[in-house]
């Protein structure tokens, strides 16, 4: 990396430069962050909830599950271990889905897996009764309305749609864990995305930004029904620091933004 930017860039230089980094850093991000993860945990975000604590996607073993952005696959791995769900989990990076395959040959499972851009899922409509992403796609698509509408289309009427993102109002304040980062810096309205850029100004990282009342039209212009919007805050268990997530900024302004629709 040779600098970052707020700058438009396309969805497909997007999808381009966050499928190279998730091939890249894949190993390494498993090696710093599974600990926390685990390996059959679903965790929704930095602050440390879990699916267990908050049954907020409220799968039960009768459903058919789709993880959007599912990395190593540990949401889908608890789902089928711990609920008993029939689970498919996809991600665009084929880096990701290695470390899922290689935490199914060290568990001795083997989850369904299939890689795919999150904006073109390959399935038919209306299959299944869970759909849900982690922070594994929502910030880093361009097009978060298309990925909404995918999301929707392949979720049975009635079913259930969550998904867990950077609070949008930490996009304010700058990416630090320490006092710095409790001050404002910048326009919450902004929503130019961050970009991290090569020795030729090209992207090799993307974050896209909504403010919470384009997340919220987004879903329901895709057709659903929002039934909550939840703002997890810090759990007092977890003392660990997450890129600018800690204890300190957590216990003070909302990191995770967890929003729960129902596809009418």
């Keep these: 990396m040779s600098g970052v930017a707020r700058r438009p860039t396309s969805g497909d230089a997007t999808a ?15 090696n710093e962050h599974g600990p926390f993860l685990g390996d059959d945990r679903f965790v929704w975000g930095p602050e440390g909830w879990t699916e267990a604590e908050l049954d ?12 959007v952005g599912a990395g190593g696959a540990q949401c889908s791995r608890w789902l089928a271990g711990e609920i008993g769900c029939r689970v498919v989990a996809t ?25 795919c851009d999150a904006t073109r ?15 594994g796609a929502v910030p ?8 909404m509408r995918e999301m929707a289309r392949v979720t049975v ?43 030729d100004d090209r992207p090799v990282y993307v974050e896209h930004h909504r403010t919470l009342e384009h997340r919220v039209a987004e879903a329901v212009s ?15 268990a977890t003392t660990s620091t997450w890129g600018g997530w800690s204890p300190s900024r957590g216990r003070l302004i909302p990191g995770t933004l967890v929003l729960v629709a129902r596809r009418s």
């Design 56 to 67: 907020i996607l409220e799968a039960r073993p009768t459903h058919t599950v789709l993880e």
């Design 121 to 135: 899922l390959p399935f038919p409509d209306a299959v299944f009764d869970r759909v849900f992403t982690a922070y």
């Design 157 to 199: 009427p009635g079913g259930r749609v969550v998904y867990s993102t950077s609070h949008p109002w930490r996009w304010a304040f700058p990416d630090d864990p320490g006092e710095a980062g409790l001050t404002v810096r910048q326009s919450y309205f902004d929503e130019r995305p961050y970009l991290e850029l090569d020795d």
């Design 91 to 115: 991600d665009l990076s084929a880096g990701m889905l290695g470390t899922a395959r290689r935490i199914d040959r060290s568990l001795g499972r083997a989850l369904p897996l299939a890689q």
């Design 16 to 30: 381009s430069a966050n499928r190279r980094w998730w091939d890249s850093e894949a190993s390494s991000y498993y």
């Design 140 to 147: 880093f698509v361009a097009d978060t309305a298309r990925l």
């Design 222 to 236: 895709a057709g659903l029904v929002i039934e909550a919007v939840r703002e997890l805050p810090w759990k007092d």
